[in-house]
C-alpha cells in the first residue's frame, strides 16, 4: 500500500500506465514494481520451468522474476524488462510473460504439478528415447513451444542507437556515497572523473536508509556531491550501467536515453540509449552488493522478497509491502528494515536465526534462533511457518529475507590482467571479495566487504588516497542503520525441492543435491547441469548459495569451490545498442561509382559489390526480366562493343627502390623482371597457403607500380600488405596508399573495342604491335592523366582505362558517344558473370578461402625460385591430395533447366545424396549462356580431369532435392587458346 507521506516520488503529478490492459496510477518518480506493489499487485509473472506464480523479489537489477514486455506493437514489442528498474511514465503499457493463458490461470503451470518428474538434468536423460526422429517431431517442437522468456518483436526495431567514445582519467562505476565520495575527491585533485550509475537517481541505499550526513537526509546529501562533483570539472551519467570491462583500460556502458520519457516527449531522430566505450586511465569499482536469499520451503512466492527491497519501496517510493511483515534475518541488517516498518504502524515479526542475537527494534516482536521454514500463499502469501529454537506459524502478506550481503564483484572479475583472476572467499564475511585489483584499479564501498556507512566512507578515501585524490572531510553520519555479517545458513534445515535458489530458472536446494550425487563437483559443472545462474540475471541473487551448498556436498571449502566465471555484460543489453546506426541500409556506408547517377538514369538495377552499389544489369524497354537483360549485354559484347563500369575495382599505389622485392614476396609469381609499361596477372596467398586474392598490377616506372584487387578484398588487401610490411619486412623501402577514390575505371570489350579506344586517342598506336596484351600506356586525356591497360576479363579483346575521378563521368559519356557507332552496350555484373563464366576466370565464388592454386588451374604460377607469403604452408601434404577438388565447368543437359549455385555435385541420380557420395559442389552460375545455348557453371569436384566429357548430377538440398543433369567439361568454354584476347 501507499503511505499517505514519504519517499521520493513526487505526488503532485500523478501518471497513468497499464499492466496487462488493466488501469493503474503511480507518480512521478515510481518505478513500474513499486506503482504496482502501491495498487495491491502482488503477482507480476511466472517462472521459466515450473511457471509458477512469481512476484516482485527486489528492488534493483538484480531482479530474477518480476520480468515484463514493454508495448505491444510488432516492432515496439520489449521483453524481459525488470520490473524495478523500469521507470514510470504516462501512458506505459506493460504486459507479464511466460504464461498460456490468464497470468493468474497459467495452462503450463501443470509443469508444476509433475515437478518431481522434472529435475535437474531431465533433458539430457529424457531426450535419448526415439533417436533423432523423435527429436525433430516430437521433443523439439515441444521444447521450442515452452521455451523462452517472452516474446520478441517480429519487425524491425524503429528507435534509433548511438555509439560514443568517452575519455576520462578515472572512471567510478556507481553512484552510491562511496562513489561519489572518491569522485568528489579525485575531481578536487584536477583529475578529469566520470561517474556512472545504474539507477535514475544515484545516491544508492542513502536516499532511502533514512542515514543523515552532516544533518541533512540522504537525499539533500547526495544532490551537494553531485553538484560538487560537477563544479571541479567531474560527470556523472544515471541510468548508465557499465556492463563490461576489457583490456588495455577500456570499459563498455549503456546509457538508456529516453525510455523514462512519455512517447509524446521523446524527440524524434534521438537515441533511445548510448553505448559508451569509455578509455580510462583508472578505475573505481564502487559497485555496491546485493543481498541474498536463503533457501527455505516456498521462498519463491508472491510476498517474499529481500529485505533491502522492502526498505527500498518504503524510503524511497512511500510504498509499504505488508499490513503484517515478517522480516527473516541472518545479520543485525533485519533490525533496521523491521523498525522502519513498524514505524509505519505495520504489525511486524522478525525471526532471528541466530539464538545469541541481543538486538531488539521498537514496535517489533523477535523470535531469536529460529528461521523460515516454509512459505504458504499460491498468488500471495498468508502464512509463514518457523522452526529452529521453536516451532510455529504466522500470519503473514510479506516476507522480508536478510542471509546477508555479496559484494558485486562482477566487474572486477572480467579481465585476465590480474594477479588473482577470481574473487576470494572471506569467511569471516561469508561472502567473495573482488580479486587482488592492479595498480590503476581501486575499490569503494560495500564492494569491499565494508558492512557499515562509516566504513564505506573509510573505503572511498583510501580509493581517492591511491589515486592522488584530494583530502576530504568526512560527514559524521546520524541514524546509522544496524549491521553485522550474517550467520552462515545457505538454506534451512530440511530446505528441499520446494526451496529455491534460482527464481527464475527454479533451479531447486535438492537440484544442487542431486548434481553432487551424480558426480559434477566443478562449480561450472553445476551451473550447466542444474541452469543454476544461467537467467537473465546471471544468478545475481543465486549464485553463491548454490556454491556453497555445492561445497557443503561436496565435503570441501567453500574457498575451493570457487564462483563461476563472470563474463560481460553484467545486465542484458539491447543489440541495437551494440549496431548503433549500423543496421539494414546502413550497416555499412553505400559507395558509389562517378558514373552511378548516369546508369541511374539509363537503367541500371544497382546490387550490393562489396561496399559499393554496381550496375547488375541495364533494363531496355520490352525485356521481361533480368535474364533478358543481361543475355542482350552478353551477345553486344561478345558480337560488336561492350562497356563496363570498374571503378570499384581496389587500387593501391606502390612506389620506392623495394617496391618490385615487396612485389615478390607478396605474390606466388615472379615480378622483379616485368618490365616497365606491362602489367601482369598475379594471385596472393595468405600464410595457411590458401589463395587470398588475385588482381593485376602494372609497372609505370622502375619504382613505381599500380595495383588492382578485386572489389570485395580492396580493404582485406591493404591491411595484408600492411601487416606483411610491418611486421615482416620492416627494411624494405617501399610506400603505399590506396587510391581506389582517386580513379574511375570502365572497360571496353568486344571486336570493336580496339577502334573505339583508337578514337577516343587518336594519338596513340593502340595496335596489336603498338600496345600488346598485357601492355600499359600512360598519357592524357584533356590535359588529365589517363592510364591505359591491355587487360581482359571477359575473354574478348578488351581494354581497361583509368582516368581521374573527378573527370570519370565526363571521359565514360565521351566514350558512350564515340562508341555508338559500333552499337557500344553497357553491361552489368550479370553479364560480365556470365562472359568470364564462359572464359574460365575465378572470381571470389571460386575463391573462398578453401582452395590452392592448384584447385583453380593455376599452379605453374607458383614460382619455385623464390620465397612469398604462404609458399611454406602451400607445400603441405594436404594440397596435394589426388582427392582434393579441383574447378571444372558444367553444362546443362537441357535447355530450360538452370543448374542451382551452391548445388552439390554427384556422379548418380540415384543416390544416396549426402557426403559419402558427393564430388564437389558448384561455386558460380550463369543462369543462360548464348556460347552454349543453356546454363553452366563453374564447380570443384574430386578427380576433375577424370570426368570431362561424363554426365554428372546437381542436387539441391535446399531446393527439394532438384536433380540437375550436366555434362563435365574444362572450365575455359570459350576461346580456350586465348585467341580473341591477344590477337
Not at 203 to 211: D, K, R
Not at 258 to 279: G, P, S, V
Not at 725 to 735: F, G, I, M, R
Not at 819 to 829: E, K, N, R
Amino acid at each position: 500500500m501507499r503511505l499517505r507521506e514519504g519517499g521520493l516520488i513526487n505526488r503532485n503529478r500523478p501518471l497513468t500506465f497499464t499492466f496487462d490492459r488493466r488501469v493503474y496510477q503511480g507518480y512521478e518518480g515510481d518505478s513500474l514494481a513499486s506503482a504496482l506493489l502501491a495498487s495491491g499487485v502482488k503477482l507480476f509473472g511466472r517462472s521459466f520451468k515450473y511457471h509458477r506464480p512469481r512476484g516482485v523479489f527486489s528492488a534493483g537489477p538484480e531482479e530474477p522474476s518480476a520480468l515484463v514486455e514493454i508495448d505491444q506493437g510488432k516492432a515496439e514489442r520489449d521483453p524481459n524488462h525488470r520490473a524495478p528498474m523500469v521507470e514510470l511514465y504516462d501512458g506505459l503499457e506493460t504486459f507479464s510473460q511466460n504464461h498460456i493463458g490468464p497470468l493468474g490461470l497459467d495452462l503450463m503451470e501443470a509443469n508444476d504439478l509433475i515437478s518431481r518428474f522434472l529435475p535437474a538434468g531431465f533433458y539430457y536423460k529424457t531426450f535419448f528415447f526415439g533417436g533423432l526422429q523423435a527429436w525433430y517431431r516430437f521433443y523439439e517442437p515441444i521444447i521450442r513451444r515452452a521455451a523462452g522468456l517472452g516474446r520478441p518483436p517480429m519487425e524491425a526495431d524503429p528507435h534509433h542507437y548511438d555509439k560514443i567514445y568517452t575519455f576520462a582519467d578515472t572512471l567510478v562505476v556507481g553512484g552510491g556515497i562511496a562513489g561519489l565520495t572518491t569522485a568528489l575527491s579525485l575531481a578536487r585533485a584536477g583529475q578529469s572523473v566520470l561517474v556512472c550509475d545504474e539507477r535514475d537517481r544515484v545516491g544508492g541505499a542513502a536516499l532511502w536508509q533514512g542515514e543523515r550526513f552532516d544533518g541533512q537526509s540522504g537525499a539533500a546529501y547526495v544532490d551537494h556531491l553531485v553538484a560538487e562533483i560537477e563544479a571541479a570539472g567531474g560527470r556523472v551519467l544515471p541510468r548508465t550501467t557499465v556492463f563490461g570491462v576489457y583490456d588495455g583500460g577500456t570499459y563498455g556502458a549503456l546509457e538508456r536515453c529516453h525510455d523514462h520519457l512519455a512517447k509524446a516527449d521523446r524527440r524524434a531522430h534521438t537515441a533511445r540509449m548510448k553505448y559508451h566505450r569509455i578509455q580510462a586511465d583508472r578505475v573505481v569499482y564502487a559497485t555496491g552488493a546485493i543481498e541474498r536469499s536463503v533457501g527455505f520451503m516456498g521462498n519463491d512466492r508472491p510476498g517474499v522478497m529481500l529485505a533491502s527491497a522492502g526498505h527500498a519501496y518504503l524510503g524511497r517510493y512511500g510504498v509499504r509491502v505488508g499490513q503484517q511483515p515478517t522480516i527473516f534475518t541472518t545479520n543485525d541488517g533485519g533490525y533496521s528494515v523491521a523498525a522502519t516498518l513498524a514505524a509505519t504502524g505495520a504489525d511486524v515479526t522478525l525471526l532471528d536465526a541466530r539464538a545469541d542475537s541481543r538486538l531488539e527494534a521498537e514496535g517489533v516482536r523477535v523470535l531469536r534462533g529460529v528461521h523460515a521454514t516454509k512459505a504458504h500463499g499460491r498468488m500471495g502469501l498468508h502464512r509463514v511457518d518457523y522452526g529452529g529454537a521453536q516451532s510455529g506459524s504466522l500470519t503473514t502478506d510479506a516476507l522480508l529475507v536478510s542471509g546477508g550481503w555479496n559484494p558485486a564483484v562482477h566487474l572486477t572479475s572480467h579481465t585476465n590482467d590480474r594477479r588473482q583472476s577470481k574473487p576470494a572467499y572471506d569467511a569471516d564475511l561469508r561472502a567473495f571479495l573482488p580479486p587482488e585489483l592492479v595498480d590503476s584499479e581501486a575499490a569503494a564501498g560495500s564492494v569491499t566487504g565494508a558492512l557499515g556507512t562509516a566504513d564505506c566512507l573509510a573505503s572511498a578515501a583510501a580509493a581517492a588516497a591511491k589515486f592522488g585524490g584530494a583530502a576530504l572531510d568526512t560527514p559524521a553520519v546520524d541514524e546509522a542503520v544496524a549491521v553485522s555479517a550474517p550467520k552462515e545458513l545457505w538454506a534451512v534445515p530440511g530446505a528441499g525441492k520446494a526451496a529455491f535458489l534460482d527464481l527464475q530458472n527454479d533451479a531447486t536446494v535438492k537440484d544442487v543435491s542431486l548434481a553432487a550425487q551424480e558426480g559434477f563437483r566443478s562449480v561450472e559443472h553445476m551451473k550447466r547441469y542444474t541452469t543454476l545462474g544461467m537467467a537473465t540475471d546471471q544468478g545475481k541473487t543465486s549464485n553463491v548459495n548454490g556454491l556453497a551448498l555445492l561445497a557443503a556436498a561436496t565435503g570441501r571449502e567453500i574457498s575451493a569451490v570457487g564462483t563461476t566465471t563472470f563474463r560481460p555484460p553484467y545486465t542484458p543489453v539491447p543489440m541495437g545498442a551494440f549496431a548503433g546506426h549500423h543496421r539494414q541500409r546502413d550497416y555499412e556506408p553505400f559507395r558509389y561509382s562517378p558514373v552511378y547517377d548516369w546508369a541511374e538514369a539509363n537503367g541500371a538495377t544497382f546490387v550490393e559489390a562489396g561496399l559499393w552499389m554496381r550496375p547488375s544489369w541495364y533494363t531496355q524497354s520490352g525485356e521481361a526480366d533480368w535474364l533478358e537483360s543481361a543475355v542482350r549485354e552478353t551477345r553486344a559484347t561478345r558480337d560488336q562493343l561492350g562497356i563496363t563500369d570498374v571503378s570499384t575495382l581496389g587500387k593501391i599505389d606502390i612506389q620506392g627502390p623495394d617496391a618490385a622485392e615487396f612485389l615478390n614476396r607478396l605474390y606466388t609469381n615472379g615480378w622483379k623482371s616485368l618490365p616497365v609499361g606491362k602489367a601482369r596477372y598475379g594471385l596472393m596467398l595468405r600464410e595457411d597457403g590458401f589463395v587470398f586474392d588475385d588482381g593485376t598490377t602494372s609497372r609505370l616506372a622502375e619504382d613505381h607500380f599500380y595495383m588492382t584487387t578485386t572489389t570485395a578484398k580492396a580493404a582485406a588487401v591493404m591491411a595484408h600488405m600492411e601487416f606483411v610490411h610491418q611486421s615482416a619486412w620492416p627494411d624494405l623501402q617501399v610506400a603505399f596508399a590506396s587510391v581506389t577514390d582517386q580513379w574511375g575505371g570502365l572497360a571496353l570489350a568486344g571486336p570493336k573495342s580496339r577502334d573505339c579506344l583508337a578514337a577516343l586517342f587518336p594519338e596513340l598506336d593502340v595496335s596489336n604491335d603498338g600496345m600488346p596484351f598485357m601492355g600499359v600506356i600512360e598519357t592524357t586525356w584533356k590535359g588529365h592523366t589517363t592510364r591505359l591497360f591491355r587487360i581482359s576479363f571477359s575473354g574478348e579483346l578488351a581494354y581497361e582505362v583509368a582516368v581521374p575521378a573527378d573527370v570519370f563521368d565526363a571521359f565514360w559519356r565521351e566514350a558512350m558517344a564515340v562508341g555508338a557507332q559500333w552499337d557500344i552496350t553497357p553491361y552489368g555484373l550479370e553479364a560480365l558473370n556470365i562472359l568470364r563464366i564462359e572464359k574460365g576466370h575465378v572470381t571470389g565464388g571460386e575463391l573462398d578461402g578453401r582452395v590452392s592454386m592448384d584447385d583453380v588451374g593455376l599452379g605453374k604460377m607458383v614460382s619455385t625460385k623464390k620465397d612469398f607469403v604462404g609458399k611454406a604452408m602451400s607445400g603441405r601434404t594436404a594440397f596435394t591430395d589426388p582427392n582434393r577438388v579441383k574447378m571444372i565447368g558444367l553444362v546443362a543437359t537441357e535447355a530450360d533447366e538452370r543448374i542451382i549455385g551452391g548445388g552439390i555435385v554427384f556422379d548418380s541420380k540415384d543416390g544416396p545424396f549426402d557426403h559419402t557420395t558427393m564430388l564437389g559442389y558448384v561455386t558460380s552460375v550463369g543462369a543462360f549462356s548464348p556460347l552454349k545455348d543453356r546454363s553452366i557453371a563453374l564447380a570443384f569436384i574430386k578427380n576433375a580431369a577424370d570426368y570431362h566429357g561424363k554426365t554428372l548430377y546437381v542436387v539441391s538440398h535446399v531446393h527439394n532435392r532438384a536433380i540437375i543433369e550436366v555434362t563435365a567439361e574444362s572450365p575455359h568454354f570459350y576461346d580456350p587458346k586465348n585467341e580473341k584476347v591477344t590477337g
